[in-house]
């Protein structure tokens, strides 16, 4: 399989306007556009797709982070930040125009988000992030964008995968976790694509 973006190449900075932020004095909100993304080549016994957008390089501790006068190290230990977990996307389906689904910052993220018919999104990690933030405070699914730290000096990848699975429907409900979506797909991954874009709110580190 191959998947693909009209809005930045494999390995390549992704444009702000598809970030949740953006660098402003250190920090404002973007557009938090979803990027374009195209697929293809998937096996003949397809029935359905998942999509899943995952940040490898978020801190794992976050005493230092978006702290003036502060540094998060790079060589701090990294866990896993979810953007966007999407499945039982119909197996006609080979193609999100940009802004398809997510086309602004939502307060409290989003309740209904776009999607191809018949899809499911998930819950991601700003639902963590933003828990107990009277402005922010909320449910966040579907897709939002890249927002690291505007201190660290690590330069943050994101994993779009796509993968093609042999069922047609996996049993999630809505604000499904990362954890429920990969124990749901086990034996049903027929093959899967990866597009990795690169972002930093820290000029000094470039991305």
Same mark, same amino acid.
């Given at each position: 399989?191959?998947l693909?973006? =009209?809005?930045f190449?494999?390995?390549?900075?992704? *444009?702000?306007?598809?970030?949740?932020?953006?660098?402003?004095?250190?920090?404002?909100?973007?557009?938090?556009?979803?990027? $374009?993304?195209?697929?293809?080549?998937?096996?003949?016994?397809t029935?359905?797709?998942v999509? !899943? #957008?995952?940040?490898? =390089?978020?801190?794992?501790?976050?005493?230092?982070?978006?702290? &003036?006068?502060?540094?998060?190290?790079?060589?701090?230990?990294?866990?896993?930040?979810? $953007?966007?977990?999407?499945?039982?996307?119909?197996?006609?389906?080979?193609?999100?125009?940009?802004?398809? #689904? %997510? =086309? &602004?910052? !939502?307060?409290?993220?989003?309740? &209904? *988000?776009?999607?191809?018919?018949?899809s499911?999104? @998930?819950?991601n990690?700003? !639902?963590?992030?933003?828990? @107990?933030?009277?402005?922010?405070?909320?449910?966040?699914?579907?897709?939002?964008?890249?927002?690291?730290?505007?201190?660290?000096a690590?330069?943050? $990848?994101? $994993?779009?995968?796509?993968?093609?699975?042999?069922?047609?429907?996996?049993?999630?409900v809505?604000?499904? %976790?990362?954890?429920e979506?990969?124990a749901?797909?086990? @034996?049903?991954?027929? =093959?899967?694509?990866?597009?990795v874009?690169?972002? %930093?709110?820290? *000029?000094q580190v470039?991305?």
């Amino acid at each position: 399989m191959q998947l693909r973006s =009209d809005n930045f190449e494999n390995g390549q900075r992704i *444009p702000a306007e598809f970030a949740f932020g953006k660098q402003a004095q250190p920090f404002a909100l973007s557009d938090n556009h979803s990027p $374009h993304l195209a697929w293809k080549g998937a096996p003949s016994a397809t029935r359905s797709f998942v999509i !899943t #957008c995952i940040d490898t =390089d978020v801190p794992s501790r976050g005493d230092d982070v978006n702290k &003036e006068g502060r540094t998060v190290p790079a060589d701090l230990p990294r866990v896993e930040f979810v $953007h966007w977990l999407m499945a039982n996307i119909p197996v006609e389906c080979g193609e999100l125009a940009a802004a398809a #689904c %997510s =086309d &602004e910052v !939502t307060p409290r993220g989003k309740r &209904e *988000p776009f999607g191809p018919p018949g899809s499911v999104q @998930g819950v991601n990690d700003f !639902t963590g992030w933003f828990a @107990g933030d009277a402005g922010m405070g909320g449910e966040y699914l579907g897709y939002d964008g890249p927002c690291p730290p505007w201190n660290d000096a690590l330069l943050h $990848h994101y $994993h779009f995968r796509v993968y093609a699975l042999d069922i047609a429907s996996l049993a999630l409900v809505r604000g499904f %976790s990362l954890a429920e979506l990969r124990a749901a797909m086990v @034996g049903h991954v027929l =093959d899967e694509a990866e597009l990795v874009g690169v972002y %930093s709110l820290n *000029p000094q580190v470039g991305g």
